[in-house]
């Protein structure tokens, strides 16, 4: 039985479900999508404005608990799958936000939840900045505080996200995280080369060589980053915003061939086919991952190597559609500049996330000696 509080927390959460699909609805048919280099900044004070960012803090801290009700998650993979539609770039940075507010949730201390959910009320972008620059970012003792030195090198929103969890090494070589202000434009850098794609993204390096911080920047114990199934399960979240990228580029796929005149040739039905059979595979392992990540039935083990294969899954769902779309448009698909262009490369080039090979190799190993958690899913 659910208390009140529950059903009125679901009420709220199914009028938010409608308000941002009315929100897209609106913005598909005014066919406001951000260009390439720019980072969408009208984008993201309009989610801002459509209560999208304040709606993943938890319910204690006036948010709709995006991030931890089950129900929540199946709103917020609608909320990151329409993001990744308008803009991947925007999604990658929604993404990582959502990541924070997850983390903070998970191991900050009470007072430094309440002091970020006051941050996130006046609207700030935060940023989970993990990957490494040269030389890494490593934390000594002094004073009484910390010197930090290093930098990170593909730290997305680099302008406009004003406070990042970071990574950084200590002399013993353990890893802690760290909420860190980055609002010194001194501090920026270009990064390790321009991407092909994602460059909305405003994906760039941070100098924190220097920066001296006190022991309350420190989040949870040594160790927490990495600890599973959060660690790998929000991973799905990423998956949810390829997926929009992947539905966008069905949408211009159909509408080229229509337009063209080419829809009904058999050939290229087969591939639209193709591509609404690679669409709703990907929606249905999003789902499945979501569903494992806020599962309190599953075991850490399962739920990792659900998400694992999730992830890959979709990845080659969106690897596949790109080929059969780049067939079915031919060189029309090349020309630089077309929106089904710069989607493909934004979309291959945010593809690329960190170490697949384990990922699979990891996921597999689970799956030698157990079944599907469908039960419990
Ligand atoms: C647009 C964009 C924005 C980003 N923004 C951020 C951000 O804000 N914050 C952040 O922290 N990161 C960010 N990243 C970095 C991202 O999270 C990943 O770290 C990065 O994309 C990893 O890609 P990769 O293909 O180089 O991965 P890799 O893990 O290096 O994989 C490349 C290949 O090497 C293999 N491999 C991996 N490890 C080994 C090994 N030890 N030995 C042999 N083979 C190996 C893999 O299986 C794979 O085949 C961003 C990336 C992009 C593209």
Redesign the pocket.
């Known amino acids: 039985m659910r208390t009140s509080d529950e059903k009125t927390s679901l009420k709220d959460l199914s009028r938010f479900r409608a308000d941002i699909k009315t929100f897209f609805d609106k913005w598909k048919a005014a066919s406001c999508i951000p260009g390439e280099n720019v980072f969408p900044i009208e984008f993201l004070k309009a989610l801002r404005e459509v209560g999208a960012l304040e709606a993943l803090l938890s319910q204690d801290e006036g948010g709709l608990d995006l991030c931890r009700l089950p129900e929540g998650g199946l709103v917020l993979l609608t909320l990151l799958r329409r993001t990744g539609y308008v803009s991947l770039?925007l999604g990658?940075c929604l993404e990582?936000h959502v990541n924070v507010v997850r983390l903070v949730e998970l191991y900050g201390t009470a007072e430094q939840r309440c002091a970020f959910a006051l941050r996130l009320r006046g609207g700030i972008l935060a940023?989970?900045?993990?990957?490494d620059g040269v030389p890494p970012v490593t934390i000594r003792q002094e004073n009484g505080g910390y010197r930090l030195a290093g930098s990170?090198g593909?730290?997305?929103?680099i302008r406009q996200v004003s406070l990042a969890l970071i990574t950084a090494t200590t002399s013993q070589g353990h890893s802690i995280m760290l909420l860190v202000p980055t609002t010194e434009a001194d501090r920026r850098r270009p990064g390790p080369g321009a991407?092909m794609g994602?460059q909305a993204?405003g994906?760039g390096a941070y100098d924190f060589t220097d920066v001296m911080i006190s022991p309350d920047h420190i989040l949870g114990s040594s160790g927490d980053y990495l600890r599973q199934p959060e660690f790998s399960a929000g991973a799905w979240r990423g998956s949810a915003v390829a997926l929009g990228g992947m539905d966008r580029l069905i949408d211009l796929f159909r509408q080229e061939l229509v337009e063209r005149g080419r829809a009904e040739n058999l050939h290229q039905l087969c591939r639209i086919g193709e591509a609404l059979i690679l669409q709703k595979t990907a929606a249905m392992w999003v789902e499945q991952a979501a569903k494992a990540a806020y599962s309190t039935r599953m075991s850490s083990e399962e739920v990792v190597a659900t998400v694992n294969l999730a992830r890959l899954a979709v990845e080659r769902a969106a690897l596949e559609l790109i080929t059969l779309v780049q067939r079915g448009l031919g060189l029309s698909a090349f020309v630089k500049g077309k929106a089904v262009e710069l989607v493909m490369r934004d979309l291959m080039?945010?593809l690329?996330?960190?170490?697949?090979?384990?990922t699979l190799t990891d996921a597999a190993r689970w799956f030698v000696n157990h079944d599907w958690p469908e039960e419990s899913l």
């Open positions: 770039s990658r990582g940023g989970i900045w993990v990957t990170k593909f730290a997305s929103g991407l994602m993204s994906t080039t945010y690329r996330q960190p170490a697949p090979d384990e």
